[in-house]
């Protein structure tokens, strides 16, 4: 069952059913060494947790070798196979934020940004030509608790304790045979070994048999009407709208605003749910879709569901849902606010260009044009206006729970928490994978879980999903991405950085 073969809903689905088939002895899933993003691995662990709770095999195949992020995988029970001619590399976890402040200087360019919050280093990006000290500080801590978490979950799957992943960690590198004498794996084996290791007895099949499908399809559907909850995804970056050729995904409050509507006022759905992975964007579009969300608050359930990140923006739009659910590694908060623009410095008199203002009256006028830095009157101006979204975004937190904005300020301040740690000074109200949703839902609206179906009303265009690939390319989408956000926002939400870990 490799990753490729199906949507993750598919498979999470096809998992639960092969559970329940007393026809089914196990599952071998093929785990490809590809970077799957941290909330479906958990939601996969979970599932496969569930089929060896049934009393069934699970077993795990590392054809191509991988790290811990594959391992991980593997609940508490399942078995891991290695191919003997693959190695698994265990590799600590990294961060690589770029900074362009002394690139853009040599081009004659200055990135004049202003932020809310000292923990709010996302104009850093621009503006600087390494990382701050608090910027340093930040992302850290946020490895040492994705680390910690990874660390756990192999030494409770793998039956070890924490020092001895470490001490895995610290070899680097396992070939096939050493791998298997240190109990990192089971065995190495090619995939007919494999089989045939199962038994005479036992045949394999495969997820594309039809036989198979129409047996998962018919044999555990639900005899009872099903209550259907709608999804509508707020995913990529936050925007009001389209603007020119766009790259990477984007939340488009054009889009979302209208689904979120038309959600609140269908009576066939008995709840909402707001499918955030954000880093944030655009303040103005980020509260248009809170405030559409909070109005179908009024008359439905709506449960806000955080996935690999849900940040800034991303979590002024959550802030509007009854409960708000993370996955423990989810990276969520980043309550500030920055903002500014790009403006020459030195770049158009080099290439001849002459830029004079003529403006009227308003000390404001002009103050966005590109031609020089802020003046001290308009940088007060920026300022101010800055201030009064950031207390706005402190009010749409603390009225979620009746606590006071100072309060709220206190775990603000541009602060990143992994979701974990959001539980712990109560920015989520759970933790969990889908199949907690599922049990969240079914609570608020009063039926059992098995009776949920979800309807996707916003996905989003799939062609923007389509991302740059490897670190650089992804940590240059970023930046596109915050310069975009630049060019048409004065104000934005928007996580300080993109998170460009290795693949341990």
């Not at 984007?250 to 979120?260: F, T």
């Not at 740690?421 to 608020?444: H, I």
Request: glycine residues 12%; aromatic residues 4%.
């Amino acid at each position: 069952m490799g990753r490729g073969e199906m949507d993750m809903e598919s498979l999470i689905s096809m998992l639960d059913r092969a559970g329940r088939d007393p026809a089914l002895r196990g599952v071998l899933v093929t785990v490809p060494a590809i970077s799957m993003p941290r909330a479906d691995a958990a939601e996969l662990r979970q599932a496969l947790g569930r089929v060896v709770g049934a009393g069934k095999q699970v077993t795990l195949v590392l054809r191509e070798g991988g790290g811990l992020r594959e391992i991980r995988l593997a609940p508490p029970g399942a078995r891991l196979v290695l191919h003997p001619s693959a190695v698994l590399r265990l590799e600590g976890l990294a961060a690589m934020p770029l900074s362009l402040g002394e690139l853009l200087g040599r081009i004659g360019v200055r990135a004049d940004l202003e932020a809310v919050g000292e923990y709010k280093t996302a104009p850093e990006m621009f503006t600087r030509a390494g990382l701050s000290e608090r910027n340093r500080e930040q992302i850290t801590a946020l490895l040492e608790d994705l680390d910690a978490s990874r660390v756990a979950d192999v030494a409770e799957c793998r039956g070890v304790d924490l020092h001895t992943v470490r001490a895995w960690m610290a070899t680097g590198v396992f070939t096939a045979g050493e791998a298997v004498e240190a109990g990192v794996v089971d065995q190495a084996s090619f995939d007919d070994e494999i089989e045939s290791a199962l038994g005479q007895d036992v045949r394999v099949v495969r997820p594309d048999d039809t036989a198979v499908r129409m047996r998962a399809r018919w044999r555990f559907v639900s005899p009872r009407r099903p209550v259907v909850v709608g999804i509508v995804g707020v995913r990529g970056q936050i925007l009001s709208r389209a603007a020119g050729v766009m790259g990477g995904r984007a939340a488009l409050a054009s889009r979302i605003v209208p689904a979120i509507e038309r959600a609140g006022r269908d009576p066939r759905l008995k709840a909402l749910v707001l499918d955030i992975d954000s880093r944030g964007g655009s303040s103005i579009a980020s509260d248009a879709i809170y405030r559409q969300a909070r109005a179908a608050a009024a008359r439905k359930p709506v449960v806000a569901y955080l996935g690999n990140v849900a940040a800034s923006g991303g979590y002024y739009v959550a802030a509007a849902a009854h409960e708000i659910m993370a996955g423990a590694d989810t990276i969520t908060g980043s309550i500030g606010v920055f903002g500014g623009k790009i403006t020459s410095d030195g770049g158009l008199e080099r290439l001849g260009i002459n830029a004079e203002r003529v403006t009227l009256g308003d000390p404001g006028a002009g103050i966005m044009l590109p031609d020089r830095p802020f003046d001290d009157e308009e940088r007060g101006l920026v300022r101010r206006e800055m201030q009064a979204v950031y207390e706005t975004f402190l009010d749409v937190v603390a009225s979620r729970k009746g606590r006071t904005v100072d309060e709220v300020d206190r775990v603000g301040r541009g602060r990143v928490y992994t979701g974990r740690r959001a539980l712990e000074v109560d920015l989520v109200d759970s933790l969990g994978t889908r199949a907690d949703l599922v049990k969240a839902l079914a609570k608020r609206i009063g039926c059992p879980p098995g009776r949920i179906r979800f309807r996707h009303l916003e996905r989003g265009n799939p062609l923007e999903a389509i991302a740059a690939s490897g670190p650089l390319g992804a940590a240059a989408s970023s930046v596109r991405d915050t310069a975009r956000l630049l060019a048409a926002e004065r104000i934005a939400l928007e996580l300080p950085f993109h998170m460009i870990m290795g693949s341990g």
